[in-house]
């Protein structure tokens, strides 16, 4: 019998095992017990929400090892941390402390301007952000196994998040119409790979889970992505930073789960006290915008 | 025949799918009133913890008991399988107690021991299966009623089956293996039909106790 570790499938298959649940940013051990009671299905551990990241300005980075250990401890469910991107010496170490998925993360500052991590050499499996079809299948074929659309971290505003999703979908949808001879020029135009283009047109679906993440602060903005096709959500500051985190957690996982039913979703958001305050896409300057991160 | 699967959280869809390569229709089931008319009902993986209070908050937990306890046949695979079993070792609380075995949660370790192998299931017949096992749980202990239907070659037992209940460690929806989801739906169809084999003549217009 022989037995494979970190296969394509293996790496593949965890995120599929996430899939419409609640992956939660948390910032200690305390929070990650608040977060896994909720019924997160995963953590990520990191040293400040983004919201926080956004207030302090300066180099973000890889959170401290010991502050990742930390919360490995506390909880039985995935845990997963943030490398820069293009860092793959922060990767190297998250995959020394046996972190269960990495997020190449635009919300860290951007260690390299022109390549990403080669997510292929590590056994670890990869999670990457994207705004568009091309981002994600370009970041596919590094390796990553499992997207998120960015969404705008740390501003609590859906807006963004929304966009990027209804861009994947609609472009996969259009994919979906092409002859198969208009397919050579639509991989060129997304900048991504022929067969991994072709793939997508097929099944009509990215080859890995497609979560959102970035500016869900609240049960109906979970719901609103579900609805639109998201498989699951990353909520960072949206839980921590409300008024009641472990009732605003609890009361998205639920929405994500009944997404579909608007009574359910009516009797969850019932009396949650105040969401994240949020900032408006206008007040916040093209320079502060993290989504841009990434190539 | 329809067969429920469980959706509050997980890989639903992949069952779901599986089902259909067999031509059998799935329903997601997320509320009790979900699982009117299924024949069979699928515990797919995910977080068990997370499916737990879930099931819970939802009011699953008697309906789907009931179920079990009436001969529907039931399979849970990864999560599902803890959610199964009668005993937890790490301590965590059991949800649907209906398998006498006693299962360790991320028994191999963290994801960086996840692993695919081929696995003798003779039950199935002499192809193996392609096993996925993903932060999987194994079975420490079974009870005598329990039929082992596989184990690992160091002899940790990772599928089982006592009465109406399947479970395994793995995950055959991930391989596209589908002789599990065969059985599921054969049982299925067991239960909703038994047939005049076992001795038993019942008038055939009085088929009472027998769901349709």
């Known amino acids: 019998m022989t037995v494979e570790t970190s296969t394509w499938a293996t790496k593949k298959g965890l995120a599929q095992m996430l899939k419409g649940g609640v992956i939660m940013d948390v910032v200690t051990a305390e929070h990650a017990k608040i977060a896994e009671d909720a019924g997160a299905v995963a953590v990520m551990a990191l ?38 991107i293009g860092h793959f010496v922060e990767a190297q170490i998250l995959e020394a402390l046996g972190v269960d998925y990495i997020d190449e993360s635009e919300v860290l500052t951007p260690a390299d301007e022109r390549n990403h991590i080669d997510k292929h050499a590590f056994k670890v499996p990869f999670v990457c952000g994207c705004r568009d079809l091309g981002e994600a299948l370009r970041r596919i074929s590094e390796g990553a196994a499992m997207i998120r659309t960015k969404g705008e971290a740390g501003t609590g505003n859906v807006v963004e998040a929304v966009h ?44 890995v889970v497609n979560f959102v993440a970035g500016g869900i602060s609240t049960p109906a903005d979970a719901a609103l992505v579900m609805q639109l096709g998201a498989e699951g959500v990353f909520v960072g500051s949206g839980i921590f930073k409300s008024e009641d985190p472990a009732r605003m957690a609890n009361a998205i996982v639920q929405a994500t789960t009944h997404f579909d039913d608007p009574k359910i979703l009516a009797d969850v958001s019932r009396g949650l006290g105040a969401p994240m305050r949020g900032i408006a896409m206008e007040q916040l300057p093209e320079s502060d915008r993290l989504a841009i991160r990434g190539w | 025949m329809r067969i429920g699967v469980l959706a509050v959280q997980g890989a639903f869809a992949e069952h779901i799918a599986t089902l259909a390569t067999i031509g059998v229709e799935g329903v997601e089931v997320r509320l009790p009133s979900d699982l009117e008319d299924v024949s069979g009902l699928i515990l797919p993986g995910g977080e068990s913890t997370a499916q737990r209070r879930l099931i819970d908050r939802w009011g699953l937990r008697e309906p789907i008991l009931e179920l079990a306890r009436a001969g529907v046949p039931l399979f849970g695979t990864c999560a599902g399988m803890i959610l199964l079993a009668g005993g937890i070792t790490d301590g965590d609380p059991t949800v649907l107690p209906l398998l006498d075995i006693d299962v360790r949660r991320n028994a191999f370790g963290r994801q960086l021991d996840s692993f695919e192998t081929e696995l003798a299931v003779p039950m199935l017949g002499d192809r193996p299966v392609h096993a996925v096992f993903i932060r999987a749980p194994i079975v420490e202990r079974v009870g005598p009623g329990v039929d082992v239907l596989a184990r690992l070659d160091d002899g940790r037992i990772v599928a089982v089956r006592e009465r109406n209940v399947v479970a395994t460690a793995f995950h055959p ?40």
Not at chain 1, 53 to 82: H, L
């Open chain 2, 173 to 212: 929806e991930l391989a596209g293996e589908t002789r599990f989801h065969r059985l599921i739906a054969t049982m299925a169809a067991e239960h909703d039909d038994p047939g005049e084999g076992s001795g038993r003549r019942p008038h055939p217009t009085r088929r009472t106790g027998m769901a349709r």
């Open chain 1, 164 to 207: 990027q999703l209804r861009d994947v979908l609609a472009e996969i949808r259009r994919l979906q119409g092409m002859r198969e001879d208009e397919l050579f020029v639509a991989a060129k135009e997304l900048q991504a790979p022929y067969d991994l283009v072709r793939d997508v047109a097929v099944s009509g679906r990215l080859p």
């Open chain 1, 47 to 84: 040293e400040r929400v983004p919201a926080d990241i956004r207030a302090a300005g300066g180099v973000a980075r890889m959170s401290d090892p010991a502050m990742i250990q930390s919360i490995m401890d506390a909880v039985t469910i995935p845990v997963m941390a943030k490398a820069r």
